[in-house]
């Protein structure tokens, strides 16, 4: 049964009563395929408290379901397209003046510029299954990761969401889910069911394809391959995934042939753009929030009293604040943990940044790197992160009471990037880092506009957002997704094989099963 959008009049059907705590265990948790089929009945409802008045929000695509309860999202959807611009804008209006339209994406809706290897992956995997490239030469192009089991990202171009790519850490492989909008930028020259006309409204409608419909078949489908389904009149009716192979359909007289899947609708208006462009369509708003985010920075520091300094960690977050920090107060030292474990663009981007803007940087170091704690406290997980105390907040509050006693930091955090951080205050004090007075410029900014202000000022961002990582960080980092990890074994092949030698020593140790390692197993503790 396919569920209904969350833009939908249906979504009203769900409301049962969630303790927020169990909302976000659940959210955190929960994932199906196409065959599963929600349900709130009346057992469910009678064995949870009533004394929470909870929205629930099912958002079902390409195979997962995304589970909001207890409160919003950790921000709403503020992407529009501008048409004349063909370029994404953070407002209702362009710069051109030109009025936007919305981009409908799943939350938490946090975007970003498509590099060039993100628009290789893209590209291949399209290439692959459809026999064609997806975007054209020219054409911007956003990411926006949506939850799944591991890895999830919603493609937009053209001014709407086109295809998911979904990671498989059982094949360690990813595929692409199309939207019927792909059809509009590319027609695929392979992987495609033609449906007899008297299907066709039917399967518009959310229907799946019965074998009595089938006109035409490519013969080189397998069943679970993405297809799309074309009217007679070469039209894109719908997307599904096959349930048989198309040698199987040719023999068929009755029975399943694709499982429809329903997505929100989206306008594709195509045209060549440029990320220089796109700067100009949100320069208003660019130049509005510069102006808030400086004022907030001068505030602080004039109550605070303290010297100030900028957490730097070589990501594009921080090099943001860093740059609105130097508008505001001029030049201020940086301070970057440093785990041992960090890429080598990392520590290139780091000194690049201090030559460029003549600053000082002041290195906060344990006397033990990250994997010499390993025969002490075991391999970090996600339940017991002992690597950031260890190897960057103790070493932060030593350096900070050796260097000034106290100081203020202004960080690179963001609400959209955890429920964790949109709960956080903007200038709060950690209890591991007394002596350190944090705060947070960027605290209401999306990726795209941290992006957008980077790319306006020509800023010397780390090269391996270049190379498709979405985020900088130790390597060995339990809270990545298995899809990072196969990433950072094809770019650096020698970082990740000592990683996982050191997993594997322990494993033998410890005689823990053979995928504890290959699995990902080991981020969830031992």
């Known amino acids: 049964m396919d569920s209904p959008s969350p833009h ?39 064995a949870i408290s009533r004394s929470f008045a909870v929205l629930l929000m099912v958002y079902y695509h390409a195979g997962s379901i995304y589970l909001e309860m207890g409160s919003p999202p950790p921000g709403r959807s503020r992407l529009y397209w501008c048409d004349r611009c063909h370029a994404p804008v953070l407002g209702k209006r362009c710069a051109c003046g030109a009025p936007t339209r919305a981009v409908a994406l ?28 997806l975007i054209p030469e ?21 001014g709407a969401v086109i295809a998911s790519i979904r990671y498989l850490t059982g094949e360690e492989r990813w595929e692409l889910l199309p939207r019927p909008e792909a059809f509009s930028l590319s027609k695929p020259a392979r992987g495609f069911v033609v449906a007899d006309e008297g299907a066709a409204d039917a399967i518009r409608e ?4 019965l074998a009595p419909g089938v006109v035409e078949m490519d013969e080189g489908i397998e069943a679970g391959d993405e297809v799309f389904i074309l009217s007679t009149r070469q039209e894109c009716i719908g997307v599904g995934r096959a349930r048989v192979s198309g040698r199987d359909a040719a023999r068929m007289q009755k029975g399943l042939v694709v499982r429809t899947r329903r997505n929100v609708p989206g306008l594709i208006v195509q045209g060549c753009s440029s990320w220089e462009e796109a700067v100009r369509a949100n320069a208003r708003i660019l130049e509005r929030e510069e102006t808030r985010a400086i004022e907030f920075i001068q505030r602080v520091a004039d109550e605070s009293q303290l010297t100030p300094t900028v957490a730097y960690s070589g990501g594009k977050d921080s090099l943001a604040t860093l740059l609105l920090v130097m508008k505001a ?10 785990t041992g474990m960090e890429f080598g663009e990392t520590y290139r981007n780091i000194d690049t940044v201090a030559e460029r803007y003549g600053l000082e940087v002041e290195r906060a170091r344990a006397e033990r790197d990250l994997a010499d704690h390993l025969e002490d406290e075991g391999p970090p997980s996600m339940k017991n992160r002992w690597c950031c105390r260890l190897c960057k907040l103790e070493p932060v509050e030593k350096l900070i009471k050796e260097r000034w006693s106290r100081c203020l930091s202004f960080i690179g955090q963001r609400r959209f990037e955890s429920w964790t951080r949109r709960r956080s205050a903007r200038v709060w004090s950690n209890p591991r880092v007394p002596s350190q007075l944090s705060a947070a410029p960027i605290q209401d900014w999306t990726s795209l506009q941290v992006w957008l202000y980077l790319f306006r000022e020509k800023a010397p961002y780390n090269e391996l957002y270049g190379m498709g990582y979405d985020r900088i960080g130790c390597y060995v980092c339990p809270s990545s997704d298995l899809a990072l990890f196969e990433r950072i074994g094809r770019t650096h092949p020698e970082l990740w094989q000592r990683w996982r030698a050191l997993l594997e020593g322990w494993r033998i140790v410890h005689r823990l099963p053979e995928g504890w390692v290959s699995e990902g197993d080991w981020r969830k503790g031992w």
């Open 8 to 46: 939908s009049a249906e979504k009203k059907r769900f409301q049962p009563m969630l303790p927020a705590f169990l909302s976000r265990l659940i959210m955190s948790n929960l994932s199906c395929n196409n065959d599963l089929v929600f349900a709130a009945g009346a057992g469910v409802q009678g």
């Open 106 to 133: 799943t939350p938490p809706a946090d975007p970003r510029p498509a590099f060039v290897a993100d628009l290789e992956l893209v590209n291949d995997l399209y290439m692959e299954q459809f026999g064609v490239r």
């Open 138 to 158: 020219g054409h911007l192009a956003l990411l926006n990761k949506v939850p799944d089991t591991d890895r999830m990202e919603e493609v937009v171009a053209g």
């Open 206 to 209: 959310g229907a799946s394809l």
């Open 329 to 338: 107060l001029g030049k201020v030292p940086l301070i970057f943990a440093d």
